[in-house]
């Protein structure tokens, strides 16, 4: 019964470092996302993918990029860390459909850049 | 741009009294969405409302959308302390059924005492 997983659930990079986040899930939902949260902010979307070969920038997308490995998998990546990125990470998936369904969060990952 | 507000956003109140969070966004939209986040957790899935005048209820919490008035209102009964929580309410940005992601408010802290 995992639902979303996501791994690491904590990093520290320095600035200038890449790093990527990976998330998996198993509910066999078509759309996944990623989201960063910040103290006061909210949660803002930063890539969604729509289904398995699509992504799309959300509201938040610069110094991200992403990869949907396949139905499964959707990780982001960033190339070259700012501490600007300092946030938590959760990653969503859901069903597509004339009824939308909640968004299903995983565990989130803790980053700081330092 | 939709945007989603909450008010308030900090609340502390006592055990056994009643209380209202409200969600207003800013276009038109008949799916909202609210969410249970526990320090340091994640997010939890707590209602969907996909119409106008849907009312879904679980417990102590009852939550409503007109959205005619684009006002999403959760209402706390005879708080108790486990419900202590930052509460977010989200909106579908495509109501038909798309999957480009929730807009989040920026949550509400609420405290309960004793």
């Known amino acids: 019964n995992a639902g979303v997983t996501q791994t690491p659930k904590f990093q520290v990079l320095k600035t200038g470092q890449s790093m990527t986040l990976q998330c998996a899930q ?3 939902h078509n759309s996944m996302y990623w989201y960063r949260q910040d103290p006061g902010m909210g949660l803002r979307l930063i890539y969604y993918s729509a289904s398995e070969g699509t992504t799309d920038k959300g ?3 610069n110094g991200y990029n ?4 396949n139905k499964r998998e959707f990780s982001l990546r960033l190339e070259s860390a700012a501490p600007s990125q300092t946030s938590v990470y959760f990653c969503a998936s859901s069903e597509l459909g004339q ?3 909640p968004l299903h969060f995983g565990n989130g990952t803790r980053l700081t850049v330092t | 741009e939709l945007k989603v507000e909450q008010n308030p956003l900090f609340l502390s109140m006592q055990e056994g009294k009643n209380y209202t969070i409200y969600c207003n966004y800013s276009t038109t939209s008949d799916r909202l969405y609210w969410y249970r986040q526990d320090p340091g957790k994640s997010l939890e899935s707590l209602f969907v409302l996909l119409s106008n ?3 879904k209820q679980e417990g102590r919490l009852m939550a409503s959308l ?3 008035a684009r006002l999403s209102t959760l209402h706390i009964t005879a708080a108790v302390h486990d419900l202590s929580a930052t509460y977010f309410c989200a909106v579908d940005m495509n109501s038909g059924g798309g999957a480009d992601g929730l807009t989040f408010g920026k949550g509400t802290h609420l405290i309960i005492q004793p």
């Open chain 1, 26 to 28: 198993d509910m066999n």
């Open chain 1, 59 to 61: 509201e938040v997308p």
């Open chain 1, 66 to 69: 992403v990869s949907r490995l």
């Open chain 1, 99 to 101: 009824f939308v369904g």
């Open chain 2, 53 to 55: 005048g849907a009312v």
């Open chain 2, 66 to 68: 007109d959205t005619k």
